[in-house]
């Protein structure tokens, strides 16, 4: 297990080993995100601090288990009483979570930027 789950497990005090794949997969799909938004070989060390902040987030989206997400109410309709939910966060949103996560980070990246051909 890396320094980074590890630290995570830490933190949140995570003393089993339940969520170590789903943690493991979402530092090496942010890992790889960053090298290629960075055009880079390795992660710098100073780097690690905002995997770290990426991992939190994602154990905080899924606290009631992987594949869950929080609901949230899309769409009301009052006569017939229909609601219609979209669930935001979970594994499924996996991408679309690391790319917001980037974005929102984005200044911190570009000073590890690389130019890429």
Known sequence: MSDN??????????????????????????????????????IPERLNSLIQEFLMEQYNLNKKGIGDGKQEATSVKDKEQQVNFQ?????SS????????????MTTLVKYRKIGW
């Open 87 to 91: 669930t935001i966060g979970g594994a």
């Open 5 to 42: 789950v590890n630290k995570i497990k830490q933190i949140l005090n995570i003393t089993d080993n339940k969520l170590d794949s789903y943690l493991e997969f979402c530092e090496k799909n942010i890992t790889d995100k960053i090298l290629d938004r960075c055009h880079i070989e390795n």
């Open 94 to 105: 996996m991408s679309k979570n690391v790319d917001e996560f980037l974005d929102r980070n």
